[in-house]
């Protein structure tokens, strides 16, 4: 009896090691995932953060909503999670959350003959996707890093 109450004892303090091993793993694994850098909730911090990645903007032109990002990636949102795919970002990740979208005219676009934009969706301070676009019909989309 002694020796079966030493195995449930011996059983229970492992998985208490087991599980505390996956809470701090799981931990680490969310810390490294959140991205360092300005603080986007604030216009000095989105104008930094900018700046870093090559954008100039006019901070007269900002328009800011309050956004949910759809339950699902079909069509369009699936072609621009490609794009924040190859920036590091993905919006499977926020499906039916809601986040900050901030836009600014880009005043340091090469081709100075149409209207450029960027656009990031903020969520807890961090970019969770952007994009620079042309709002020409014919025009383009591209991620915010180079």
């Known amino acids: 009896m ?26 680490i694994l969310i810390r490294s995932c959140s991205r360092k850098g ?29 956004v949910r990002i759809p339950t699902s990636l079909d069509g369009i949102i699936a072609d621009y999670n490609e794009i924040q795919l190859k920036q590091g970002c993905d919006l499977s990740r926020h499906l039916g959350q809601t ?8 005043t340091n676009y090469p081709d100075k003959e149409q209207t450029v934009l960027v656009t990031l969706y903020v969520q807890s301070g961090k970019m969770i996707a952007g994009d620079v676009h042309s709002t020409a019909l014919n025009g383009f989309m591209q991620g915010i890093k180079p």
Request: with cysteine; glycine share 4%; net charge positive.
């Open 38 to 66: 300005p603080d986007l909730r604030s216009l000095e911090g989105r104008q930094a953060f900018l700046s870093e990645q090559g954008w100039e903007i006019d901070l007269a032109t900002e328009e800011h909503k309050t």
């Open 99 to 106: 986040c900050e979208q901030y836009s600014y005219t880009v």
């Open 2 to 27: 002694a020796k079966l109450v030493r195995n449930l004892r011996r059983r229970k303090l492992l998985a208490v090691v087991v599980l505390a091993a996956v809470l701090l793993v799981a931990f």
